[in-house]
């Protein structure tokens, strides 16, 4: 079987496995943020937290919850490595220092698990279980209720109300991604990922000296890593490593994970909103714009130019040979069109066309599927935009789910598509500009800026994948992305939530004759211009300096 086929095969594998699970897992999300049942041990925390989970919030309540909860969560978190050097389960590992502790700390709880250290030189266990874990599921959880917050705005009316924060997240931790990650460890375990707390070990003799392992929670994180898209790898070569990703199906079940919550969430907001032929129209551009990114993906990576690519099948520099270069590239741009940034190779040694794909990816705002959460209020934003786009041209108010699109919608959505360009294009300029800066870059010209893009693009997109070409770990680097990370999260939700709330304030618009048919393949068509042509009109010139340049150039 040639690599192309095999890269097919992996492809269809997947996408069957995700069409299997897309209606009863979305189904049953819908109905975990539409019961008025809680658990028992909800129960519990609501009551451990003072919070009463009936009361319906305003979206500037909702926003108090969602700021406060991850204030405290940065908090903990830093000074959790602060003090590292005493905690039990160290393995002898000193705190960390005061901008690196910032920048993780503000990275997990952005969902952004952005990583300027060694994993498994740098965190104890206390520090991976008790921290960094606990807030790939917090952070994503978070994502999620956001979500849900705007889907409610255009499923009510004549109400400013959008749920509760505090019932939202821990329905969200509690009944998805808890028992879903358990199941997933569980399967990763048995593939060969490891699952302890043992210490350091010398594994055998190279070149004279040994080299060293430490085990840790690896399953566990994993599986959240992917299920709740934050990225975070226990081990600096991330989903690399044998230890977090051993075999070819743990790696396309990976994919999987990555993928599933995504996806399952248009039917949650098809099913909420009370029409599934909505949430079938997000899903059907989602899909088209990932399956086109992956097959570009494949085409530049398997293009065979030059003797060394043709003798090897393709561009398998950077790229783990238990994968190939179509789990590769698969993997890529999965974790790149959602917020995950995981990596299973080295995005750098990509292609110079495929590394322009990794970050073209996040540039469309990682609505493709996006995160857990915040690709669905992305793409929703998105499809405010494209209604008003439509509502132009044929001079009509514009109107999306029984809801008019006026003024103030169009503003909210306006400068929220707005916000992470700002942040990713002008944090990169002044990195360019300083004299200090671009002493991180590995690589000059084309490529060297490519990093620098790269770096912001994914911080300010809370990806948190890296080009793995530029030192990240100054001080610099180190405060700039953290605060890149910090705003491109919550600003965004801010409008988000002020969207969803003047939502659903609005009385019902009734469909009429002349009203834009959202469910239709036209409409989807629409989107995916609308997304592409945002895209390439903010970003085209950085990419032209940096990934286009070097692709023209090999």
């Known amino acids: 079987m040639g690599p192309v086929t095999a890269a097919v095969l992996q492809l269809v594998a997947l996408i069957g496995a995700l069409a299997l699970c897309y209606i009863p897992f979305g189904t049953y999300m819908a109905k975990v943020y539409s019961s008025d049942r809680h658990w028992r041990v909800e129960k519990w925390i609501y009551k451990g937290i003072g919070a009463n989970p009936d009361t319906e919030m305003r979206w500037p309540a909702y926003l108090r919850g969602v ?51 060694y994993g498994e030189q740098t965190m104890g266990h206390v520090v991976q279980t008790a921290g960094l874990a606990v807030q790939n599921f917090v952070s994503a959880a978070v994502g999620i209720a956001v979500a849900v917050a705007l889907v409610r705005g255009f499923a009510r009316s004549r109400t400013g109300e959008i749920g509760n924060f505090w019932a939202d997240l821990v329905r969200g931790t509690v009944r998805i991604l808890v028992p879903f990650a358990a199941i997933a460890a569980v399967i990763l375990v048995a593939c060969g990922a490891i699952q302890n707390f043992s210490g350091i070990h010398e594994v055998g003799q190279f070149m004279g000296g040994s080299q060293q392992w430490n085990g840790g929670a690896v399953a566990s994180q994993e599986a959240i890593k992917e299920l709740g898209t934050n990225g975070g790898g226990y081990f600096n070569a991330n989903s690399a490593h044998p230890f977090e990703n051993p075999t070819p199906f743990t790696n396309l079940f990976e994919i999987f994970l990555i993928l599933l919550i995504p996806f399952a969430l ?19 551009t989602m899909f088209t714009i990932w399956l086109g990114f992956v097959a570009l993906m494949m085409w530049t990576e398997f293009a065979h130019h030059g003797p060394a690519l043709q003798l090897a099948g393709g561009a398998y520099e950077g790229k783990e040979v238990r994968f190939g270069v179509g789990g590769s590239s698969i993997f890529a741009v999965s974790t790149t069109l959602t917020s995950t940034g995981a990596v299973d190779s080295f995005h750098s040694s990509f292609t110079g066309l495929g590394g322009g794909i990794t970050l073209l990816s996040m540039m469309l705002g990682e609505i493709a599927p996006g995160g857990t959460g915040s690709g669905l209020y992305g793409i929703l934003i998105m499809a405010i935009i494209a209604v008003f786009i439509a509502g132009l041209m044929v001079g009509r108010t514009p109107e999306y789910l029984g809801k008019k699109i006026g003024a103030r919608e169009i503003k909210l959505s306006a400068i929220y598509i707005l916000i992470t360009p700002a942040l990713a294009l002008v944090f990169a300029a002044a990195s360019m500009a300083l004299p200090t800066p671009p002493h991180s870059m590995l690589n000059p010209g084309a490529h060297g800026f490519s990093e620098v893009l790269y770096a912001f693009t994914s911080a300010a997109n809370n990806n948190g994948s890296a080009f793995a070409g530029l030192n990240a770990n100054t001080d610099w680097y180190n405060t700039m992305t953290g605060l890149a990370m910090l705003f491109g999260r919550f600003l965004p939700m801010v409008f988000v939530l002020a969207l969803a709330g003047s939502l659903a304030e609005q009385k019902p618009v009734p469909a009429t004759a002349g009203t834009l048919r959202t469910e239709k393949p036209l409409f989807t068509g629409l989107l995916v211009g609308a997304i592409l042509i945002i895209t390439g009109l903010t970003y085209f010139p950085a990419l032209a300096l940096g990934p286009l340049a070097e692709g023209l150039a090999s």
Not at 272 to 277: A, I, L
């Open 67 to 117: 700021l406060a909860f991850s204030l405290v969560g940065v908090l903990f978190l830093y000074l959790l490595q602060r003090i590292q050097g005493i905690l039990p389960g160290s393995l002898g590992f000193s705190s960390v220092n005061p901008a690196q502790s910032f920048n993780t700390a503000v990275s997990f709880v952005t969902n952004t698990n952005w990583q300027s250290y």
């Open 266 to 284: 248009t039917r949650t907001f098809g099913v909420m909103v009370g029409s599934v032929k909505q949430g079938y129209a997000i899903l059907a």
